[in-house]
């Protein structure tokens, strides 16, 4: 009897911990807006670093976890208040990243904000155990949330940025991915944290002793569904997304292989674009666009034969390959080199 009492008085403060991360007050609002501002400008600058520390300052993992004890304690009241600050709290760091977006429409997007424009299943699992390390270092009296790195894993305001500045720019559909990315994160970090306090024991003993596990379900069916709905989709893109990559990887492979077949010719970059404002004819057609550096251009027919040996793009649509030459010449003390030399296909 006395451990039991002496446990849930360590959890008292704990819990009321918790409840202040829920609550909205000035101090949240100016540090997610804050956060909001330095996300952004991490972005544009496609500094990592930068971004990280925004991940740091922002403050709305705390009203998710205040959303995960609400759930296992059956609080509607701290239930309501939480969601009431998330809401608050992501409104802020929207319009935030919104009105910087706007400002700044001439900056081009970089890296760093197309990396969040595609959520998989991966994204998922990083969530929940960045949810599983943020509940565990809460609850954890030799544990700082500080100490675990929750913020950096939880990565709530960059695609939450990301998403707007998009939006800024026209972008509807990178933005609304980006927008999928916050919002898986939220939906897993709240339930990995649900699932860690009630491991811990913080459901409501007085009130609620000797609860099972299908209790637990019953409170937390709604996030369960979106987690399950979740994984599927984004099982899709993930498997969407490896198939492109090893498509690319190959056509990538098969160009450098037939270029290097022609003495002197060098392949500088190869992009790819899928084809939506030209005819209808054309209309999803997946360009490759190749930049070869070569002392003799290619011929049409060269182009055709390459182009043959192109992989097919994963989903199913026609291929086309164009290549940009450049005249290199190739010079050593005797001469120039390769000028006699056509060019060659494997």
Request: charged fraction near 15%; glycine fraction near 8%; include cysteine.
């Amino acid at each position: 009897m006395p451990d039991t009492l002496l446990r849930d008085q360590w959890k008292a403060p704990v819990r009321e911990k918790i409840r202040e991360g829920a609550q909205i007050n000035l101090a949240f609002l100016v540090m997610n807006i804050l956060a909001a501002t330095i996300a952004c400008y991490g972005l544009f600058a496609d500094s990592p670093a930068v971004i990280i520390g925004a991940m740091i300052v922002a403050m709305l993992l705390g009203p998710i976890a205040g959303v995960a004890l609400a759930l296992v304690d059956g609080d509607t009241g701290l239930l309501l208040q939480s969601l009431s600050t998330l809401i608050a709290g992501t409104i802020g760091v929207m319009v935030t990243a919104f009105v910087i977006g706007s400002f700044h429409r001439d900056i081009p997007i970089t890296n760093e904000i197309m990396s969040r424009t595609a959520p998989s299943l991966i994204d998922l699992m990083v969530a929940l155990a960045g949810g599983a390390a943020g509940a565990y270092a809460t609850v954890s009296p030799r544990l700082s949330v500080a100490l675990v790195g929750v913020a950096i894993a939880t990565a709530l305001v960059p695609p939450l940025c990301s998403a707007c500045i998009l939006f800024a720019h026209g972008q509807m559909d990178l933005g609304f991915n980006a927008l999928l990315l916050t919002f898986t994160n939220m939906v897993a970090i709240q339930f990995a944290s649900s699932v860690v306090f009630w491991l811990s024991g913080f459901q409501r003993i007085s009130s609620f002793a000797g609860l099972s596990w299908l209790t637990f379900l019953k409170r937390n069916i709604v996030s369960i569904c979106i987690l399950l709905g979740l994984a599927v989709m984004l099982s899709t893109s993930l498997h969407a997304t490896v198939a492109r990559q090893l498509f690319e990887t190959a056509t990538r492979f098969t160009l450098l292989q037939n270029i290097d077949a022609s003495p002197g010719s060098h392949l500088a970059e190869v992009r790819f674009e899928t084809v939506a404002g030209e005819d209808e004819t054309r209309r999803g057609t997946t360009i490759v666009k190749a930049v070869v550096r070569s002392p003799q251009p290619p011929s049409p027919a060269q182009i055709a034969a390459m182009e043959a040996q192109l992989p097919s793009p994963p989903d199913g649509t026609a291929i086309e390959l164009r290549i940009r030459f450049v005249m290199t010449s190739i010079i050593n003390r005797d001469g120039p080199l390769f000028e006699d030399r056509e060019f060659g296909v494997n």
